[in-house]
C-alpha cells in the first residue's frame, strides 16, 4: 500500500475536519520562548478587546474558508446525484444530510470568540453563594 491508497486519503476539508498544521501562537510561544498559556492569554486579550469595541470579530481568513465549504458542499451535492443516479437514493440521501450538517464555518479566532462568549454567559448564570443558597457559614452567622 502506498501512501495514496493510506486509510485517510480523503482530504480534510472534504472529511469535515481543519487542518492539523503546526498553530501560529504554538510557533510564536516556541520561537520567541514565551508560554504556550501566556502566547494564548495575548490572544483572548485581544479577541476580548475586539469583541468588547466592536461586538465581532472580523477574520480575513473566513472569506477563504467559505469558499472552500461552498466547493465542498458542491461537490458532496455532485456525489450524491450520482447516487441518486445510480439507485442508491438512501445513501444519496444521507451523503446530502452529511454535506448540509457540517459544522459552522469559523475561523480559530472566531472558535476562540465563541468560546469566550459561551464561558462569559456561564459565569453570569452561576450565582456565588449567599444567604439564599444556604451556605452553611452565612447560616451559622444568623443564628
Known sequence: MNSSESANATPRAIRGENKTKRREWIFK?????KSKSAVMRERVLGIATELSRSGTIEDPARERLLETRESLVASWMKAADVLDDQGEEILA???RYFAMHLPPVLTDRQRLAAQLIRFKEQQRRVKPEGPERGHP???ERTR
Request: glycine letters at 18%; charged letters at 20%; zero cysteines.
Open 93 to 95: 440521501g444521507e451523503v
Open 29 to 33: 510561544a516556541q520561537v520567541y520562548g
Open 137 to 139: 457559614k452565612v447560616l
